[in-house]
C-alpha cells in the first residue's frame, strides 16, 4: 500500500470520526430532551398520584424508558460510525478523482483533463483551477520543446557550415595562403554569429528568469548609452537616427533595460532599408516611463506582428543577419518588469514598438 493511499485512507477515517462523533452528538442530545424532562415530571409527581407509567402515556415506566436509551446509544455507535464511513467516502470521491487524474497527467499524459461536472461546489471549482494549471503546463512544455529544437537547429546550421569549409579547404590539394587566410575569415565570421546567438539565448535565459535587483534607471540614459554604439553601424547602412529623450526615471535592472533598448535598436536598424530612419523617445505619460522605437521599412502585415516576439520568428524566411531573438527578449525584459510592450505596423512600413514601466513599480 502506498503512502499517498494511506494517508487518503487516513483522511477518510478523521472524516468519518467527525461526521460520527456529531450523529452520536445529536442522538445524545435528543434522548436527553426526551428523558430530564420525563425525570423531572416523575420527581414532581405526588406519592398518592399515578405512576410515572400513567404519566408517560405510552405505558412504559421510566426506569425502562432510561434502559432502551442507553441501549439505543450503544447501538447508535455502530450505525454513526457507518454512516460517517459512507458520507466522508462521498465527499471524497472527487478529490480521488483528483488525485488519480494528476498522478496520470505527472506520468506524462498532459493531455488529459479533470473534466468535473456537476455539482459545482468547491472541490469542482479545484478542479477547474487545475484543469488550467494543466493548461498552461502543457502549453509551457510545448513551447520549451518547441524552443529547444529550434535552438538546436540555428547552433548545427552555422556548426554545420563551419564543418564543410574546413573540409573543403583541407581537401584541396592546391590551396595556397591566401585560400586559406580566406577559409579563416569565413570560420571567424560563422564562430561570431555562434557567439552571437549564444549571448542572445543567455540575455534571453536571464529575461525569463526575473528581476532580482530593482535599481533606480534613467531610460533617456540608457537610450543615449545604446545609440552612441549604434551609430556607426547605422550611418554605415544609410540609416539616419533621430532621438527625442526626456529625462524619466523608473525601477528595474538596468542591464535588461539597456538590452531591451539594444534589441529594439539593432531590430529597427537590421530589418530597414537605405535611406531609412529610426526614431526613439522617452516620456513620461502619468504613472508610467515610456519607451518608443519607430523605425521605416517593409511593410509588416498585421496579423503577423504577435509571432515576431517568439523566439526563432522571422517575417520572412530569406531574411538574414538576425537570429530571430530580438524581440522575444524584448517582450521576455518587458514581462520581467511588469511592463507593458505594445506594437503596431505603420502604413508606410516598418513597426513602432513602445514598452511602458511604471515609475513607481511594486517590487517583490
Known amino acids: 500500500m502506498t503512502p499517498r493511499?494511506?494517508?487518503?485512507?487516513?483522511?477518510?477515517?478523521?472524516?468519518?470520526?467527525?461526521?460520527?462523533?456529531?450523529?452520536?452528538?445529536?442522538?445524545?442530545?435528543?434522548?436527553?430532551?426526551?428523558?430530564?424532562?420525563?425525570?423531572?415530571?416523575?420527581?414532581?409527581?405526588?406519592?398518592?398520584?399515578?405512576?410515572?407509567?400513567?404519566?408517560?402515556?405510552?405505558?412504559?415506566?421510566?426506569?425502562?424508558?432510561?434502559?432502551?436509551?442507553?441501549?439505543a446509544l450503544v447501538l447508535?455507535?455502530?450505525?454513526?460510525?457507518?454512516?460517517?464511513?459512507?458520507?466522508?467516502?462521498?465527499f471524497l470521491h472527487p478529490l480521488r478523482a483528483i488525485t488519480a487524474t494528476a498522478q496520470d497527467i505527472s506520468a506524462g499524459n498532459l493531455h488529459r483533463r479533470l473534466d468535473l461536472g456537476e455539482p459545482t461546489d468547491e472541490l469542482t471549482a479545484l478542479g477547474h483551477t487545475l484543469d488550467d494549471l494543466f493548461a498552461r503546463l502543457q502549453g509551457s512544455f510545448d513551447a520549451h520543446r518547441h524552443f529547444?529544437?529550434?535552438?538546436?537547429?540555428?547552433?548545427?546550421?552555422?556548426?554545420?557550415?563551419?564543418?564543410?569549409?574546413?573540409?573543403?579547404?583541407?581537401?584541396?590539394?592546391?590551396?595556397?595562403?591566401?585560400?586559406?587566410?580566406?577559409?579563416?575569415?569565413?570560420?571567424l565570421a560563422l564562430g561570431g554569429y555562434q557567439e552571437r546567438l549564444v549571448h542572445a539565448l543567455l540575455t534571453l535565459a536571464t529575461s525569463?528568469?526575473?528581476?532580482?535587483?530593482?535599481?533606480?534607471?534613467?531610460?533617456?540614459h540608457v537610450a543615449e548609452t545604446v545609440l552612441a554604439s549604434r551609430r556607426d553601424q547605422a550611418t554605415r547602412k544609410g540609416i539616419g537616427l533621430a532621438e527625442r529623450l526626456t529625462s524619466v526615471v523608473t525601477a528595474g535592472d538596468a542591464r535588461l533595460v539597456e538590452s531591451l533598448v539594444a534589441n529594439l535598436?539593432?531590430?529597427?536598424?537590421?530589418?530597414?532599408?537605405?535611406?531609412?530612419h529610426v526614431e526613439i523617445t522617452t516620456r513620461t505619460c502619468g504613472a508610467q516611463a515610456v519607451l518608443t522605437v519607430t523605425n521605416?521599412?517593409?511593410?509588416?502585415?498585421?496579423?503577423?506582428?504577435?509571432?515576431?516576439?517568439?523566439?526563432?520568428?522571422?517575417?520572412?524566411?530569406?531574411?538574414?543577419?538576425?537570429?530571430?531573438?530580438?524581440?522575444?527578449?524584448?517582450?521576455?525584459?518587458?514581462?520581467?518588469?511588469?511592463?507593458?510592450?505594445?506594437?503596431?505596423?505603420?502604413?508606410?512600413?516598418?513597426?513602432?514598438?513602445?514598452?511602458r514601466f511604471a515609475r513607481q513599480p511594486n517590487r517583490p
Open 265 to 276: 535598436l539593432d531590430n529597427a536598424i537590421r530589418h530597414n532599408h537605405p535611406d531609412g
Open 296 to 355: 521605416s521599412g517593409p511593410v509588416v502585415p498585421g496579423d503577423q506582428i504577435q509571432r515576431l516576439f517568439h523566439p526563432f520568428q522571422r517575417l520572412a524566411p530569406d531574411r538574414h543577419g538576425g537570429h530571430g531573438l530580438g524581440l522575444a527578449i524584448v517582450d521576455a525584459v518587458a514581462r520581467a518588469h511588469h511592463a507593458t510592450l505594445t506594437a503596431g505596423a505603420r502604413p508606410q512600413g516598418g513597426l513602432s514598438i513602445t514598452v
Open 148 to 187: 529547444v529544437a529550434n535552438a538546436s537547429h540555428e547552433l548545427r546550421t552555422p556548426l554545420a557550415g563551419l564543418r564543410t569549409l574546413l573540409e573543403v579547404a583541407l581537401a584541396d590539394p592546391d590551396a595556397d595562403a591566401g585560400t586559406l587566410r580566406s577559409v579563416c575569415q569565413e570560420a
Open 76 to 90: 447508535l455507535i455502530p450505525v454513526a460510525l457507518a454512516l460517517g464511513w459512507f458520507v466522508a467516502g462521498r
Open 208 to 220: 525569463e528568469r526575473g528581476v532580482t535587483r530593482w535599481d533606480a534607471l534613467d531610460l533617456a
Open 5 to 71: 493511499k494511506l494517508a487518503r485512507r487516513s483522511l477518510r477515517t478523521r472524516l468519518a470520526l467527525a461526521y460520527a462523533a456529531g450523529i452520536y452528538a445529536a442522538g445524545v442530545l435528543v434522548l436527553l430532551f426526551v428523558a430530564v424532562p420525563l425525570a423531572g415530571v416523575n420527581a414532581a409527581t405526588p406519592v398518592d398520584r399515578p405512576s410515572s407509567r400513567a404519566i408517560t402515556g405510552t405505558g412504559v415506566g421510566l426506569p425502562q424508558l432510561l434502559t432502551g436509551s442507553a441501549v
